[in-house]
């Protein structure tokens, strides 16, 4: 099996955005959902056809994510965004035979 990020069949767009006040009610859901508290700080958004579906503080290096719905590619591209805000290289800098060079992630269609 490839290191590739699964996002699930189903999901026809995927948006990943920063969170705003706006936003707060449907945190307060996605909590509940996952049995944890809101992350505090900056948070990163994954929308999946419109609805939040994870959410990652970069500032906590911690998520939260619908338990209900395959999240854990969400949660991962959240990760590679928030390593990029970051600017944490070595998140997306892998070394091959031919020297450095900048790791791309990779997203796959989850097979039923």
């Keep these: 099996m490839t290191k590739a990020t699964i996002i699930p069949a189903g999901e026809s767009s995927v948006v990943i955005r920063s969170a705003t006040p706006a936003d707060r009610d449907d945190l307060r ?5 996952d ?3 809101v992350p505090a700080g ?3 958004l994954a929308q999946a056809d419109g609805e939040i579906r994870a959410a990652y503080s970069v500032d906590e290096d911690r998520a939260i994510a619908d338990p209900f719905v395959a999240s854990a590619g969400l949660v991962e591209l959240l990760k590679a965004r928030a ?6 290289r070595r998140a997306r800098i892998t070394h091959g035979a031919r020297g450095p060079r900048l790791r791309r992630p ?3 269609a989850q097979r039923s």
């Design 29 to 33: 859901r996605l909590a509940a959902l």
């Design 35 to 37: 049995s944890a508290r």
């Design 42 to 44: 900056t948070l990163l």
């Design 83 to 88: 390593a990029l805000l970051r600017g944490d």
């Design 106 to 108: 990779r997203l796959l």
